[in-house]
């Protein structure tokens, strides 16, 4: 999990902010994500990052942007926060095609 | 469209005994099929693949899968469970577009080990 980081762990905002999650890797990998978990639902893509030049949407990217600063960091934000977007936001990345994928520890966010 | 259901929300087991964690897939070609675990608190850690090759393929903390292409199956298997052992589970395929890797997960499955 160390060579994923994620920062904040946890957060609590309000309605209407706007809010960044911030994800570092030290494995080099090309391939970034981020995800969201929620109960009963599993993870779901938000966005995906081939490199730095490349931004792709997942299944639920409404509400959502990314930037992909360098290869090793790939930020998500919620331009203005709703309760529903309220779940735990995984990073994740990939090396060689087929091969695991590693997960950061996790923010788990709180729009009230 | 790639998919994997993992029909279980809950297992229970008692310490000491086997356990089954379920997951069935749907896919176009060769499936590349993953499970995850994920501790309280914690990120999801890699537990083991299936790309090609035995059936039966091991991976970390004692646990197997064994792939099954008629059944369309990939269930996790233990022969002794512990207590630490409890936690969430997921099983996922490895779905492809343009060239890009993607992971699809199922929604998880919650195993709980007794003493």
């Known amino acids: 999990d160390a060579d994923v980081t994620q920062t904040p762990r946890n957060r609590i905002t309000k309605t209407g902010k706007r809010i960044m999650l911030e994800c570092s890797q030290t494995k080099g990998h090309d391939r970034m994500y981020w995800y969201r978990q929620d109960p009963g639902l599993g993870l779901r893509l938000i966005y995906y990052?081939?490199?730095?030049?490349?931004?792709n949407k997942g299944e639920i990217s409404d509400g959502y942007s990314v930037s992909r600063q360098a290869q090793a960091k790939f930020s998500l934000s919620l331009e203005s926060a709703i309760p529903n977007q309220t779940a735990l936001y995984f990073c994740a990345t990939a090396g060689l095609a087929g091969g695991p994928t590693y997960f950061g520890p996790g923010t788990r966010l709180t729009v009230t | 469209a790639q998919s994997v259901a993992q029909p279980e929300d809950q297992v229970n087991v008692a310490e000491g005994n086997p356990l089954t964690v379920k997951c069935t897939y749907s896919v176009s070609g060769n499936p590349y099929l993953f499970w995850y675990v994920q501790y309280p608190n914690r990120g999801l850690q890699f537990l083991l693949k299936?790309?090609?090759?035995?059936?039966l393929v091991k991976g970390s903390y004692g646990f197997e899968a064994e792939f099954n292409k008629s059944q369309t199956s990939f269930h996790l298997k233990k022969p002794s469970a512990l207590v630490s052992d409890s936690a969430l589970y997921f099983c996922?395929?490895?779905?492809?577009?343009?060239?890009?890797?993607?992971?699809?997960f199922g929604t998880g499955t919650r195993l709980l080990v007794s003493p």
């Open positions: 299936y790309i090609t090759g035995d059936n």
């Open positions: 990052s081939f490199d730095v030049k490349d931004i």
């Open positions: 996922a395929v490895r779905a492809v577009r343009a060239g890009f890797q993607k992971l699809v």
